[in-house]
């Protein structure tokens, strides 16, 4: 099975940078698409970004352009790096496999974007 633990979420003003790591254990992490998800209050969870076991990408289009996702199989580690932020970035952000299954949903990380 896979656990997974989000960390790297905070407090930013708008247009700064955060970065964010998802951190798997228990796994063959290397076969999994992995992806970020993040949920604000009031609304559905949301896909923001997916990555394959070799590095291809895929992103909200609300995000290209801002945010890179990355992953080091070595470490079990998927990364998001998030610049140019927004008050709307503002959710808990999840990761979980690119299908993502219900028993891998953890705590997540809050990320606030305010000024």
């Known amino acids: 099975q896979v656990q997974l633990v989000e960390s790297g979420g905070g407090l930013v003003q708008p247009g700064g940078s955060l970065r964010l790591s998802c951190a798997a254990s228990g796994s063959i992490f290397s076969l999994y698409v992995m992806g970020w998800y993040r949920q604000s209050p009031g609304k559905q969870r949301e896909l923001v970004a997916t990555i394959t076991s070799g590095g291809s990408t895929n992103y909200a289009d609300s995000v290209k352009g801002r945010f890179t996702i990355s992953r080091d199989n070595t470490k079990k580690t998927v990364y998001l790096q998030m610049n140019s932020m927004k008050p709307e970035d503002t959710a808990v952000y999840y990761c979980?496999?690119?299908?993502?299954?219900?028993?891998?949903w953890g705590q997540g990380t809050q990320v606030t974007v305010s000024s």
């Open positions: 979980n496999l690119g299908s993502p299954k219900s028993a891998y």
